[in-house]
Every structure is written in structure tokens, then in C-alpha cells.
């Protein structure tokens, strides 16, 4: 079952502009990961935000995390073409383990050159 | 480039038949995981493998086992093929019992049931 729901299901914003992606979990977690897959191919890593964090940054990347309202964002700042992509949210179980991850159906961003 | 390879990238078979995926994880990295992703889905988590024993399993019937081998690659196996395990399949390698380390994916292999 899915554990995530991301938010909006699709976006599409012009390149420059920022793009905002909401996802929300279930159940209590350890961590919450955001992943990006081309068209048909392998997950890329983005970022990871412990639940102890509020807020994480990578790049042109900004992720928070709101444990009370169990959800997250990811902020990607001054778009480009190349971003256009499918983006997932996924947490973690309880049980220490960093790789049984539970994903949400994802949101799939267009940037229009 | 994540260092994880899978093989085949895409494959068709008949229904009622068996199906093997392989993949071979990243040096050093003792954990694989492997996920279902059917068309418009976000992954689903099969099993994990650490250290050769399966450790965690998700939401999928006996017909769909694995293994992993003394160098940490590992193998997926579905029997008796259903027309819905058409999908993504993907293999995930990460290091177990340093903290938390980056998962690292492969590219999938694409498996169409017919």
C-alpha cells in the first residue's frame, strides 16, 4: 500500500519559476526521502530529512518536514527544463532499517522551456 | 551512474511462466531491496536481502522469491507470471549497520506479461 500522497499529481510551470511539491504520510517514520525518476528509468536520490529536522537544503533544493501534520515539501528554485521529471516522496518504517522505503504515486513536473 | 547494474532491461514473457531478474549492487553495499512499480505507480517494496538471509518482506504472495549471493548480488524470481506483474521492477543496494547511508537504484528491468 502506499504510504505517501504526494500533491499536486502533476504540475507544470514555466523554467525559472519555482516548483512546489506536497506529500503526506500515515504512519510515524525515522526518515522521509524525496527521489526523482526520468521517463521509464532508475530512482535518483534528492535529499533526506531526519524527523528530527524542520528544514534540509541541497542545492536548489529545500526540504521540510512537519512531523505533526505528517508532511513534507520539496521546493526546487529557479526551474529548469532538465527538472522535468517524476518526483516521489518516501519514509521509512520504524524499525531502523534504511531501505524499506514506502512510496507515494508520485508527482510528475513538466518545465516548459 | 548509482554503480547498481540489472539485467535484463526488458524482457517479455507468457503468462504461467517463471521469470528471473538480476542485480548487482554497488561495491560494499551488503543490502538489497527490490520494488514493484507498476505503469503510473510509485515502487512497491518486495523483500530486502542482508547478508545472504531475506530481511523484511512486503505485500506480495509466495510466488515471488529471492536471493542473495556471497558478493552481495542478487536475484528475483517470480513464478507462475500473472498479467499484473507487468511492471518496473527495480533493485535497490544500500549499507546496513553504519547509520544511514543513500539507497542507491538501478535502472529496472522492464517485464511485460502477455
Known amino acids: 500500500s502506499q504510504q505517501g500522497e504526494e500533491d499536486p499529481q502533476a504540475l507544470s510551470i514555466q523554467e525559472g519559476e519555482n516548483a512546489t511539491m506536497n506529500c503526506s504520510y500515515k504512519?510515524?517514520?525515522?526518515?522521509l526521502q524525496w527521489y526523482r525518476q526520468n521517463s521509464g528509468r532508475g530512482l535518483v536520490h534528492l535529499i533526506l530529512i531526519r524527523s528530527n529536522e524542520r528544514e534540509k537544503h541541497s542545492g536548489r533544493l529545500r526540504v521540510t518536514l512537519d512531523t505533526s501534520k505528517k508532511s513534507s515539501s520539496l521546493l526546487i528554485t529557479a526551474s529548469r527544463a532538465a527538472d522535468t521529471a517524476s518526483y516521489f516522496c518516501a519514509t521509512d518504517g520504524d524499525t531502523g532499517a534504511n531501505s524499506k522505503l514506502t512510496f507515494g504515486k508520485g508527482i510528475t513536473l513538466s518545465v516548459r522551456p | 551512474e548509482t554503480g547498481v547494474t540489472q539485467s535484463p532491461t526488458h524482457l517479455i514473457k507468457t503468462r504461467g511462466q517463471q521469470v528471473t531478474l538480476r542485480c548487482s549492487s554497488q561495491?560494499?553495499?551488503?543490502?538489497v531491496s527490490w520494488y514493484q512499480q507498476a505503469l503510473g505507480q510509485g515502487p512497491q517494496f518486495i523483500f530486502q536481502?542482508?547478508?545472504?538471509?531475506?530481511?523484511g518482506r512486503g505485500n506480495f504472495p509466495p510466488r515471488f522469491s529471492g536471493l542473495q549471493f556471497p558478493n552481495y548480488s542478487s536475484e528475483l524470481n517470480v513464478n507462475a507470471l500473472e498479467l499484473d506483474d507487468s511492471a518496473l521492477y527495480l533493485c535497490?543496494?544500500?549499507?546496513?549497520?553504519?547509520?544511514?547511508?543513500?539507497?542507491?537504484f538501478g535502472e529496472g528491468s522492464w517485464l511485460t506479461v502477455v
Open positions: 561495491s560494499g553495499h551488503n543490502t
Open positions: 535497490a543496494s544500500s549499507l546496513t549497520g553504519l547509520g544511514e547511508n543513500t539507497i542507491y
Open positions: 536481502y542482508y547478508r545472504e538471509e531475506e530481511n
Open positions: 504512519t510515524s517514520i525515522n526518515n
